[in-house]
Structures are given as structure tokens and as C-alpha cells.
């Protein structure tokens, strides 16, 4: 090869790197993850220069130090994989019961190894090394949602002092509408006018939440009440 072919698939390498992680981080920035378009494209594209220089190490290390002098790609690309943990572990944070992110971490990471496969020339297994991760966060996605999974929520319900519902029958109540209840807590107001109930609530179905909304809304027993639920 000569020089300017050298330098052409460098480049080469460099572009590709750029569009494959652009790529996935369009779909991350349309699902409205904190690390989308430009940090995919550019994680991919750092870990396509930092793999460049072993691949290439002829044209930058001196021919006198050629036979003295080799790096090691796999170590490059370990370090490579080790520095992406730190931004992966920044996305991911947790919210009540839910640790969101943790998607967004893995796309990150498997984009760093895509990098790393244009880095070094392997084209055709990057391209679906890009395929296989663009259908995980997407037909995935669609497979992952018609699953049968338990719903979450955080529920806060109060009463006044001399209508308070009993636990028990509060319970059957929760039960009546597909919940199940954990972590049962009690709080009076200061002027001991109210009591409330909080509690974490588990369904099969996310739209039993919209039930229960409507048929705690309904009760005049109830002053007021709060239905937080919980998701990725």
C-alpha cells in the first residue's frame, strides 16, 4: 500500500466508526435517552482512533525502533472497554424502585466495540455487529413490552381521622382493582386531621393503574391520594 492508500483507509475507518455509532445513537435520542446521537458517535468514533494507532503502528513509529517497538491491540482495546464502563455507569441512575439506564449503558458499550472492530479493519462484522444492536434496541424493545411483567407504583392514599379506611379492607380494596401490596407505611398529619397509607403496589397490568385512579377518585372517603408509577 502506498502512503495516500494508508492514510485513505484510515480515514475510512474513521468515517465508518462515525456512522455506525451516529447510527444507534439516533435511536437512543427518538426514545429520548440522555445519551444519544453525538455520544454514540462519538464513542465509537474514540474507540476507532484508539485502535488505529496499533493497527498502523508502522507509520508512526520509527523504522530504526520497528523490530524494538510493538504495541498490542488487545491491550489497547481492553483499555478501551475499561474507560467506557466510567460513561456507561454515568447514564444509569436510580429512580425509587427502578434503576434507569441500564440500557443506554449497554448500547454505549457495544458501540465502543463496534468502534473497535472498524478500528482495526473489520468491516463486515461491524456492519452487523450494528444491525444486531440497532434490532436488540428496537424489535427487542417491541418483544420486551408484550411480555407478561409486574408494574410498579409508589401509592399514597389519606383519609380523614374519623373515616379511616381499615388496613384490611384498604387491602381487599387493592386486591379487588389486581394489586398486591408491599411495604405498608402509616403517617398522621400534625394537626391529626388526616391519616394516610403508603405503600409500594405490584400488577400484571399497567392499565389497572388508570382503574384505580378512577375508583379511588370516586370514594368520598378518600381526601386525596397520590400514584406514582415506576418504569426503565
Do not use: K
Not at 455507569?89 to 441500564?102: E, K, N, W
Not at 436488540?136 to 399514597?156: D, I, M, N
Not at 405503600?199 to 397520590?226: C, I, K, Q, S, Y
Amino acid at each position: 500500500m502506498t502512503l495516500n492508500a494508508e492514510l485513505l483507509a484510515m480515514l475510512a475507518h474513521l468515517g465508518g466508526a462515525l456512522l455506525a455509532g451516529g447510527v444507534i445513537g439516533l435511536e437512543r435520542s427518538f426514545h429520548g435517552r440522555p445519551a444519544g446521537f453525538r455520544t454514540h458517535a462519538l464513542v465509537a468514533l474514540a474507540s476507532a482512533m484508539l485502535m488505529v494507532l496499533p493497527v498502523y503502528q508502522q507509520e508512526w513509529v520509527p523504522a530504526g525502533l520497528a523490530d524494538e517497538f510493538r504495541t498490542d491491540p488487545t491491550r489497547m482495546a481492553q483499555g478501551i472497554m475499561t474507560g467506557i464502563g466510567f460513561l456507561g455507569a454515568g447514564v444509569i441512575f436510580r429512580d425509587g424502585l427502578s434503576v434507569r439506564g441500564l440500557t443506554t449503558a449497554a448500547s454505549i458499550w457495544a458501540t465502543s466495540a463496534i468502534g473497535i472492530l472498524i478500528g482495526i479493519g473489520f468491516w463486515v462484522p461491524a456492519a452487523v455487529a450494528t444491525l444486531l444492536t440497532l434490532g436488540t434496541l428496537s424489535a427487542f424493545l417491541w418483544v420486551e413490552r408484550r411480555l407478561p411483567s409486574h408494574c410498579y407504583a409508589h401509592h399514597q392514599v389519606r383519609f380523614a381521622r374519623d373515616q379511616v379506611m381499615p388496613e384490611p379492607e384498604l387491602r381487599h380494596f387493592l386486591a379487588g382493582h389486581g394489586f398486591s401490596v408491599a411495604n405498608m407505611s402509616y403517617r398522621a398529619s400534625s394537626d391529626s386531621q388526616e391519616f394516610e397509607y403508603r405503600m409500594v403496589l405490584r400488577t400484571l397490568h399497567e392499565a389497572n393503574l388508570a382503574r384505580l385512579a378512577t375508583a379511588l377518585a370516586a370514594r368520598p372517603d378518600v381526601r386525596g391520594f397520590r400514584l406514582s408509577p415506576t418504569g426503565e
